[in-house]
């Protein structure tokens, strides 16, 4: 049974950061891809960002593009996503995501969700 747990979400100020991370449990987690996805009040989930089982290939969406960085250590089981120059635009909850590529990942093919985390940007 796989278990993927975020943390880190919270309330933060136009222009600051975050850091979100993800505790996976249950497989090996190099085997998967993982990905950030987010949802705000009303809206589809969002494509954040991708990153591979080595770590050596990440992809993001264009909201994440030069703010948002993806990584993961598989030592600790742990995927991180630190989020610089924060928009309130960015107030979503976000959600830990393992899939078999960052590719599929891109296309929401997901085998695994977190129950995710609140960001809440405040202008």
């Known amino acids: 049974q796989v278990h993927l747990v975020e943390s880190g979400g919270g309330l933060v100020q136009a222009g600051g950061s975050l850091r979100l991370s993800c505790a996976v449990s249950?497989?090996?987690?190099?085997?998967?891809?993982m990905g950030w996805f987010r949802q705000a009040p009303g809206k589809e989930r969002e494509f954040v960002a991708t990153?591979?089982?080595?770590?050596?290939?990440?992809a993001y969406g264009d909201s994440a593009k030069g703010r948002f960085t993806i990584s993961r250590d598989n030592v600790k089981k742990t995927v991180y996503l630190q989020m610089n120059s924060l928009r309130p635009e960015d107030t979503a909850v976000y959600y830990c995501a393992a899939g078999l590529s960052t590719g599929g990942m891109r296309s929401r093919m997901v085998d695994y969700w977190g129950q995710g985390t609140q960001v809440t940007v405040s202008s």
């Open positions: 249950g497989v090996t987690s190099s085997r998967y891809a």
């Open positions: 990153i591979s089982g080595s770590g050596s290939l990440t």
